[in-house]
């Protein structure tokens, strides 16, 4: 496989459940992140990850946990989740975090989670 | 708050003719640039980077950025209908900001 793949495409849960998001890179990147978009809305960054250590938390409620064991894996925990929280969840990659620029990220085909 | 603002459109333009999309960014800090495409249901892909002041060339896409006027744009030469699609302008230095995003629509 290529490119960024995440898992499920998509999902429906209850507010009381716990499901995670996953994320692959195959790009041999460094670094991850995890967006949120909403309809009418901008692309909202949720976390940043650089060699598997969180460097971003945007404001973004507990009931979001993201894990990152790897360079190339990101998870996105989810639990006790709010109506508003659905949207699509989208995943991406680029080479490094850290530097003068920031460099092209590359994005899966996302998560489309609804909460019931 | 930093931001990006672009157009939400649509814009319509017919085949073969040149598509200009614009977008202002708040952050006079911004050192990157960038422009996605978005097809329905799809997630954003990249189509074009850009540094420093000036245009940049790629195929039928031109980056061009005014770090002055704040202001980046996109011209898409010779327009297919299957450039149809949402496009994103993103600014930043480290934290992108992305717009709403311009829907383009080319006609047969």
């Known amino acids: 496989e290529t490119g960024v793949t995440q898992t499920p495409r998509h ?3 209850g507010m009381t459940n716990k499901k995670s998001l ?9 670094a991850m992140y995890w967006y949120k978009q909403s309809a009418k809305k901008p692309l909202e960054l949720m976390f940043v990850y650089s060699l598997e250590e969180r460097v971003e938390n945007n404001s973004v409620p507990s009931r979001f946990s993201p894990e990152c064991p790897n360079s190339s894996h990101l998870f996105l925990h989810l639990h006790t989740l709010q109506p508003e929280d659905s949207a699509l969840y989208l995943c991406a990659s680029s080479q490094d975090w850290i530097g003068q620029v920031n460099q092209p990220q590359h994005f899966g085909d996302g998560t489309r989670l609804s909460i019931l | 708050q930093k931001e990006v603002e672009q157009n939400s459109g649509p814009l319509s333009v017919p085949e073969g003719a040149i598509a200009s999309l614009n977008c202002t960014y708040s952050d006079r800090g911004s050192q990157s640039f960038f422009w996605y495409r978005q097809y329905s249901g799809k997630s954003p892909e990249l189509i074009m980077f850009i540094y420093s002041n ?3 060339e790629d195929g039928r896409f031109t980056a061009q950025l005014n770090k002055a006027s704040q202001y980046v744009s996109l011209l898409i030469r010779d327009s297919q209908p299957s450039d149809s ?4 302008c993103a600014a930043g230095f480290q934290k ?7 829907r383009l629509l080319v006609s047969p």
């Open chain 2, 54 to 56: 000036g245009d940049k």
């Open chain 2, 85 to 88: 699609a949402t496009y994103l």
């Open chain 2, 96 to 102: 992108l900001v992305f717009g709403t995003g311009t």
């Open chain 1, 11 to 13: 999902l429906v849960m």
């Open chain 1, 22 to 30: 996953k994320c692959e890179q195959h790009l041999g990147h460094n």
